[in-house]
């Protein structure tokens, strides 16, 4: 199981401080760098930026989302973080969400046929292939990169927790990304991945299975709960997580942050974070680095292949925070 860093998953770094801090998660042994993508700082401006400092460490996207770029612009960024870092990019892709697309303005619906299509002119571009493409919602035409593509071919990773997104995941990509799920969850998202490639006559156990367990370390155990009780918040109050909170077994406590929520704010909604939500998901509140570890183990025996650790500060020094645990990590 490889180990990973995520940078502005749970607290937003000055641009300028992540490219040391990515020579130091390199030094420190993490195998990627990940950035996601939301309304938060751009992913493509951050990774290319880490790519020109570093040598060894992979770069990736968790995730892309497709509603904001047309695929002949994804498959450009795609392949331009791939040749600026010597092939070390990891293409991580998802279908976004209703929130998102309103920001955009564009629809949310039919998001299987959607990524289905969108992927195929991905990949086919970066392929070199010339377009000739015409789908349902999507088309593209005489489109060929002025430039051979990397031979080896770009890793693409599908975010998926649904059991029909996590089979076509399986059957059309590389492996899957999950966000905020637990053991549990990740077996049975892993083996609904494994299941598609399996009907695609793919090796079931050649895919990439990708978690994030957000974490905090400090002497103060119960700061770093209630910073990953804010971050926690903030996914319950996300209609398409509720649904996966729920379906874990959490839909009384989501019910109730929901309802506070609405009656008296965000940080009163924060107060009804348990100690079995956050026990109970990928949220790891430790003293040391070694703690975090040791929890992280059982996604690793549940299937995960790869976890992706997203550091959430509980001060306001956020640099000086992530650094030390990148630091300490490397001490390990």
Avoid at 2 to 25: T, V, Y
Avoid at 186 to 210: F, M, V, W
Avoid at 253 to 270: D, K, L, N, Q
Avoid at 280 to 302: C, H, I, N, R, T
Wanted: proline content about 4%.
């Amino acid at each position: 199981m490889k180990l990973d860093i995520e940078f502005n998953s749970g607290a937003q770094l000055p641009m300028d401080a992540i490219p040391a801090l990515a020579r130091a998660a390199e030094d420190s042994g993490f195998d990627c760098a990940w950035g996601g993508e939301a309304n938060n700082k751009d992913p493509t401006v951050m990774l290319a930026a880490c790519a020109a400092v570093t040598s060894r460490l992979k770069l990736g996207t968790a995730v892309y989302h497709m509603l904001g770029r047309t695929p002949v612009s994804m498959a450009l960024h795609g392949a331009g973080l791939d040749e600026l870092s010597g092939g070390r990019f990891l293409f991580g892709l998802g279908i976004s969400n209703p929130t998102i697309a309103n920001w955009h303005g564009v629809e949310f619906d039919h998001p299987l046929t959607r990524i289905r299509e969108y992927l195929e002119i991905v990949r086919s571009a970066l392929r070199g292939d010339k377009l000739d493409f015409e789908g349902r919602f999507y088309r593209a035409q005489g489109f060929k990169l002025a430039f051979k593509p990397s031979s080896q071919g770009i890793p693409v990773y599908l975010a998926a927790f649904g059991p029909q997104m996590s089979r076509l995941a399986g059957r059309l990509s590389d492996g899957v990304l999950i966000n905020m799920a637990n053991p549990r969850e990740i077996r049975r998202i892993a083996d609904n991945a494994r299941e598609g490639a399996r009907l695609a006559g793919k090796d079931p156990d050649a895919l990439e299975i990708i978690c994030k367990v957000r974490c905090c370390v400090a002497a103060d155990r119960e700061a770093a709960r209630r910073s990953l009780g804010r971050i926690l918040t903030y996914y319950a109050l996300a209609d398409y997580y509720r649904d996966l909170l729920t379906r874990m077994g959490f839909g009384e406590e989501v019910t109730a942050i929901r309802e506070t929520w609405r009656a008296s704010g965000f940080h009163a909604a924060s107060g009804q974070i348990t100690d079995r939500l956050l026990d109970g998901l990928p949220l790891v509140a430790g003293e040391s680095v070694a703690e975090v570890l040791d929890q992280v183990k059982a996604y690793g025996e549940a299937g995960a292949t790869r976890v992706i650790l997203p550091y959430v500060p509980c001060t306001d020094d956020v640099v000086t925070e992530i650094g030390e645990f990148i630091q300490a990590f490397g001490r390990r």
